[in-house]
């Protein structure tokens, strides 16, 4: 994943930002910018730019949350963690070895998810019980529900790398006894999902949003590729 920069230990997990992020960030926090540059928000071009900024510190801290809750989970399973790395992606928490036990691997994938969803009713109901209105902390709050629902829900598809894809594979696994097998499937699915994720792209880029759908087939492609070197000879 290139160049990466150690900024700190939490629960004595190394945690890494790559490069990519400094780009990630900068791009979302222009978007965001221009989104907020809106009539009936009627917010000044410093407010815009410092919700825009914080907002995407807080996205970034989510992901964190959703792969330290994977990291926690493997340490207490007694899986060596060696870091977690946040990168253009998203981010990955890098075990040390693979878990041992189908349950094992279905635990470890699933808390993540919960997690990035447990976030999301947080984050929502504070925004209700504000009274859903146009304020800085109001906005940063429904953005940062609907970010961190779409994270879990997405990370759920049934495909590897992504974390559904792991429970699928812990599932065919504990069914068969087979790893290799579950792992050639699981990583089917994968090239598969992240194929549909760039033509889905594609769409979105010609016929809606041009950089929605040119990010979007960038993950698509990140998936494919990730899947494609996971898959078993």
């Keep these: 994943m290139g160049a990466t920069l150690r900024i700190g230990r939490i629960l004595g997990i190394p945690i890494e930002i790559n490069i990519s992020w400094i780009l990630v960030f900068l791009l979302l926090t222009y978007l965001l910018a221009g989104q907020f540059d809106d009539s009936r928000l009627r917010w000044p071009v410093a407010q815009r730019w410092t919700v825009a900024s914080i ?5 970034f801290l989510s992901v ?8 926690v989970m493997a340490l207490s399973k007694g899986i060596p963690v060696r870091g977690i790395t946040l990168f253009i992606f998203g981010g ?3 075990l040390d070895r693979e878990p041992s036990r189908p349950i094992i691997e279905f635990v470890v994938a699933l808390v ?3 997690m990035s969803i447990a976030l999301a009713v947080i ?6 019980l504000l009274g859903r209105g146009d304020s800085s902390l109001e906005v940063v709050l429904v953005l940062l529900a609907w970010t961190n629902l779409s994270l879990g829900v997405f990370n759920l598809v049934p495909g590897y790398p992504l974390d559904g894809g792991r429970l699928l594979r812990a599932g065919i696994w504990g069914i068969t006894g087979d790893h290799r097998r579950a792992t050639r499937i699981a990583a089917g699915m994968g090239q598969a999902v992240g194929v549909a994720v760039v033509l889905g792209g594609l769409l979105l ?3 809606l949003e041009p950089v929605d759908g040119i990010w979007l087939g960038l993950v698509g492609m990140f998936l494919f590729s990730t899947a494609r070197r996971s898959f078993p000879e």
């Design 112 to 114: 993540g998810p919960l």
């Design 92 to 94: 990955v928490s890098r």
């Design 55 to 59: 907002t995407v510190v807080l996205f």
């Design 205 to 207: 880029a010609v016929f």
């Design 123 to 128: 984050l929502g109901g504070v925004w209700y």
């Design 64 to 71: 964190l949350a959703h792969e330290l809750s994977h990291s």
